[in-house]
């Protein structure tokens, strides 16, 4: 991991009492410009800025004009979080700790890929998550709140704005912190703006997947929104005994129930859902399971995403083998089932859901401090 010396982020003094910029639409945009005097094209160069631009600043922007940039100063900040540390791991992957205006923090990460100019940001929909899946970081405090829509869509504009010329955010995967779908109103006003091609990034829908624990209702609501993101229901297990044990909000639901849900996604959608499943060493990864598992997916229109879990600090689980996986996968390809394997991605810099935010957390905690000192960028 890689870091500079705690220091204070600038620009921020006063910020509480200023609106996020994109927590407003492009309309009320338009409409504060041409009241401040100026044309309302201005704010498709402010917009340009922000997306493509890089700018850090209303005071980059160098062709909007002085007075605007004042008023726009005054009124509105940039970005709805502030940048509390960035993390930049051996294989590239970069995890950002982005400090919310009431204290709080969240967790989002951005991927490259080497060999194409796929660049991938996985974002949190929550502060903290409330469905107790008992191997994983973010839950472990509970959920603390929803976040807002200008604060989901302010995750993409931060990962946007560390790339260098030239590259873009191309795709997003809605699974960091949180259940997305119990902040889904939120989120679809964040995606939205995300692949607005006026007003927005202009991201095709079809570059964006939405993770879900599997929440009927809201699986089925989503499916009825008319978009074309992609599913993936977070499945770990392929009983409902073995589920109920580490999912434990399946006790509630039922597993055939998120499975006809996930069902009638595809009906209405027409897109394959995808069925994450993170292994745990001993636990979920057995024959018996694999086995199971490809028993009740023979047939659906569905893949598996195979996850090797990463570790935990204070919880008892660990990776599977890589024998283990190999069989695991084989066993489950043999009823017709698609499967991939999830490359690891920064393991270095804590990049599983909750860990960064957790052992920030953590620290302060110890050292008696209320929140976490923000910290440059990469040396």
Known sequence: MQGGEPREIEGQAGAEAKRPLFGASADELRAWVVGCGHKAYRVKQVLQWAFHRRARSFGDMTDVPLDLRKKLDAEWTLFATELAFRGVADDGAEKLLLRCRDGRNIECVLMGDAESTRRTVCISTQVGCGMGCVFCAS??????????????????????????????????????????????DNLLVALDRVCSPADGLGMSQRRVTVSTVGLPEKIRKL???????????????????????????????????????????????????????????????????????GKLLKGRKSHVNLIPYNPVAGLPFRRPEPEDVRRFVSDVESYGVSVTIRRTRGRSIDAACGQLR????????????PEPVAIGGPS
């Open 358 to 369: 957790r052992r920030f957390e953590d620290q302060d905690q110890a050292r008696g401090e």
């Open 223 to 293: 499916a009825a929104q008319d978009r074309q993101y992609h599913l993936a229901v977070s499945l770990h297990a392929p009983t409902e005994a073995l589920r109920d044990e580490l999912v434990p909000v399946n006790e509630k639901i039922g597993l055939a129930a998120v499975l006809e849900a996930a069902d009638d996604y595809f009906r209405i959608t027409g897109r394959q859902v995808t069925y994450e499943y993170v292994m745990l060493g001993g636990v979920n990864d057995r024959r018996e399971h694999a086995r199971a598992l």
């Open 139 to 184: 839950g472990l405090k509970g959920v603390e709140r929803n976040l807002t829509s200008a604060e989901i869509f302010d995750q993409v504009l931060q990962a946007q704005s560390l790339l260098p010329p030239g590259e873009s955010v191309t795709h997003i995967v809605v699974m960091g912190m949180g259940e997305s779908l119990a902040n889904l």
